[in-house]
């Protein structure tokens, strides 16, 4: 098991389907370095992956600004992430985004961390000002079904599926989505919807400004919203 044991360890971080390094210092000031890029191109998306190959992850940590979030518990055992970057304006997401490019903004305004401490693996991103930014990033995540979560964001959904465990997940301005999860769920959002689909255990779930939808859940269940609709199928 890879274990970072201090701010001078080095995580190497491959690209699966062609050749991408990925170095980041291992400390909350983590500066991102790209060597031999060659990212995969979707447009108005780029997407760089992250094959952490940890066998023994049973937690997740997450906490960004500006990003959409999703976890998806897999029966393989392989901890893998996925950072998508696109262009915010429509100028931008027209071209093909270079490397030096995403390379130097993300140097210059991101602060962004994947790293595992014991068995925790841990996820920052969040701009280093509160300026105009020109581009954004969200991650999907993909773990054993075993992990307990801890998702914060802004501005952006938050997705989980296929889980087991204790779920705690955060959002403003965006929505919270939750399928085939066992283990305890809470969650909070403001300005944004909430689904459960075909869980069990306690479920909390809140929101300001949007509508509740639950469907086959089992357990304790507690739904409230503000200013929206609450349904239990």
């Known amino acids: 098991m890879h274990r970072l044991h201090n701010s001078n360890n080095l995580l190497k971080l491959f690209k699966m389907k062609k050749i991408f390094v990925l170095f980041i210092i291992g400390s ?62 429509s100028r931008i997401r027209r071209r093909t985004l270079s490397d030096e490019e995403i390379k130097q903004y993300l140097e210059e305004n991101y602060t962004i961390e994947v790293k ?31 992990v307990n979560t801890n998702l914060r964001t802004t501005n952006g959904s938050v997705q989980i599926s296929n889980l087991s465990g204790s779920q705690n997940l955060q959002t403003v301005n965006g929505s919270l989505t939750v399928k085939d999860v066992s283990g305890k769920i809470v969650g909070r959002t403001v300005n944004g919807s909430i689904t459960v689909t075909s869980s069990n255990d306690d479920i909390d779930m809140s929101t300001v400004n949007g509508s509740i939808t639950a469907r086959d859940c089992d357990g304790k269940v507690i739904l409230n919203t503000v200013n929206g609709r609450v349904r239990r199928q």
């Open 28 to 89: 909350l000031n983590a500066s991102l370095f790209l060597v031999n890029v060659n990212a995969q191109r979707s447009e108005p998306f780029t997407t760089y992956t992250f094959a952490l190959g940890m066998s023994s992850i049973n937690a997740v940590e997450v906490n960004t600004v500006n990003s959409s979030l999703t976890v998806n518990g897999e029966a393989a055992s392989e901890a893998v992430v996925e950072m998508f970057v696109s262009g915010n304006s």
């Open 116 to 146: 595992v401490e014991g068995e925790k693996l841990k996820v920052v991103a969040r701009p280093k000002t509160n300026g105009v930014e020109r581009y954004s990033v969200s991650f999907k995540i993909t773990v054993p079904r075993q």
